[in-house]
């Protein structure tokens, strides 16, 4: 009797863990690593790009599709990605799929576009991608600043460097891929320093610019994030530096000088215009400028 209680009791305990290892299960898992467009204004063709990495050995890649839409969310096209390389034992972990689509008269417009995935085992999984202003404008236009946001007055922190925020609307019919660069130049009429901050004996106040100017750095840029405003501007942003009112350099957290800056007796305090520019790929820029602000002492 002992003995068959004992028999019992071990078949009871693995049969249970047998139930317990086939209830498990496993899910299968992939991951977006790369989803983006292109469009060619010249041939109306864009062309779609994913790459799809695969987390576990689970289940496979069934099928790939990608939806365009425009900004209000109407779905423009669809098309099934097919893969690349689906031969090649290539980091088999990573799977690619493209398409090249054409669209004529297509709508300017800003668009994005969505990556769909179903596995196997009916899973899906989707990714977006960023969003695009779209044109079929092939002839060069004349970029344009719609608009700025900059602060009146700014206050200079006593010890601590700060950013200046400024935003720029821009918009060219020829898409944001003809925008070459935006930038700004500053001048500067400055108040005197009072006191000799830097402890080098004298008390150096700023010089004047006579002109707009950049001090021969080719980095004073505004860049685009991918943010759009509204009627489809192009939204650049610039945070600007500013040294605190004492006038030292940027340090780092041991106390060392970063960034190839030097103590000064002060920050700069006073009236500063800026001068924004935006050029495009066919040289043709737009520019404004004189756009007034008071740097104030804390």
């Given at each position: 009797?002992?003995?068959?209680?004992?028999?019992?009791f071990?078949?009871?305990?693995?049969?249970?863990c047998?139930k317990?290892?086939i209830s498990?299960k496993d899910?299968?898992?992939?991951?977006?690593?790369?989803?983006?467009?292109n469009y060619?204004?010249?041939?109306?063709?864009?062309f779609?790009?994913?790459?799809?990495?695969?987390?576990?050995?689970v289940?496979?890649?069934?099928?790939?599709?990608?939806?365009l839409?425009n900004?209000?969310g109407d779905?423009i096209?669809s098309?099934?990605?097919?893969p690349?390389?689906?031969?090649?034992n290539?980091?088999?972990?990573?799977s690619?799929?493209?398409?090249?689509i054409t669209?004529?008269?297509?709508?300017?417009?800003v668009?994005?576009?969505?990556?769909n995935m179903?596995?196997?085992?009916?899973?899906?999984?989707?990714s977006?991608?960023?969003?695009?202003?779209?044109?079929?404008?092939?002839?060069?236009?004349?970029?344009?600043?719609?608009?700025?946001?900059?602060?009146?007055?700014?206050?200079l922190?006593p010890?601590?460097?700060?950013?200046?925020?400024i935003?720029?609307?821009?918009?060219d019919?020829?898409?944001?891929?003809?925008?070459?660069?935006?930038?700004y130049?500053?001048?500067?009429?400055?108040?005197?320093?009072?006191?000799?901050?830097?402890?080098?004996?004298?008390?150096?106040?700023?010089?004047?610019?006579e002109?707009?100017?950049?001090?021969?750095?080719?980095?004073?840029?505004?860049s685009?994030?991918?943010n759009?405003?509204?009627?489809n501007?192009?939204?650049?942003?610039?945070g600007?530096?500013?040294?605190?009112?004492?006038?030292?350099a940027?340090?780092?957290?041991?106390g060392?000088i970063?960034?190839?800056?030097?103590d000064?007796?002060?920050?700069?305090?006073?009236d500063v215009?800026?001068m924004?520019?935006?050029?495009?790929?066919?040289?043709?820029?737009?520019?404004?400028?004189?756009?007034?602000?008071?740097?104030i002492?804390?």
């Amino acid at each position: 009797m002992k003995n068959l209680f004992l028999f019992i009791f071990i078949i009871t305990f693995l049969g249970n863990c047998t139930k317990e290892i086939i209830s498990s299960k496993d899910t299968s898992e992939f991951s977006f690593t790369v989803s983006y467009f292109n469009y060619n204004n010249h041939t109306n063709k864009i062309f779609f790009y994913t790459e799809i990495e695969k987390i576990t050995n689970v289940s496979f890649i069934d099928s790939v599709w990608v939806l365009l839409y425009n900004e209000d969310g109407d779905e423009i096209n669809s098309s099934e990605l097919n893969p690349e390389y689906p031969d090649s034992n290539f980091n088999s972990m990573i799977s690619i799929f493209s398409s090249i689509i054409t669209l004529n008269n297509i709508e300017p417009d800003v668009y994005f576009a969505a990556f769909n995935m179903k596995d196997q085992l009916g899973n899906h999984f989707d990714s977006k991608s960023e969003r695009k202003y779209l044109t079929t404008y092939t002839e060069p236009i004349k970029p344009e600043i719609i608009g700025y946001s900059i602060l009146e007055t700014f206050v200079l922190h006593p010890t601590e460097w700060t950013i200046l925020p400024i935003e720029l609307h821009v918009f060219d019919e020829n898409g944001l891929g003809d925008i070459n660069k935006v930038e700004y130049k500053v001048m500067s009429i400055f108040e005197e320093c009072t006191e000799d901050n830097n402890g080098d004996g004298v008390i150096t106040s700023p010089v004047a610019d006579e002109n707009y100017t950049n001090y021969n750095n080719d980095n004073w840029l505004l860049s685009h994030e991918g943010n759009f405003g509204p009627n489809n501007t192009f939204i650049y942003n610039v945070g600007i530096p500013m040294r605190p009112f004492n006038g030292l350099a940027l340090r780092d957290d041991d106390g060392n000088i970063i960034l190839g800056t030097i103590d000064k007796d002060c920050g700069g305090t006073g009236d500063v215009f800026f001068m924004f520019q935006v050029t495009d790929r066919s040289g043709l820029t737009d520019v404004i400028e004189d756009i007034h602000i008071e740097i104030i002492k804390p």
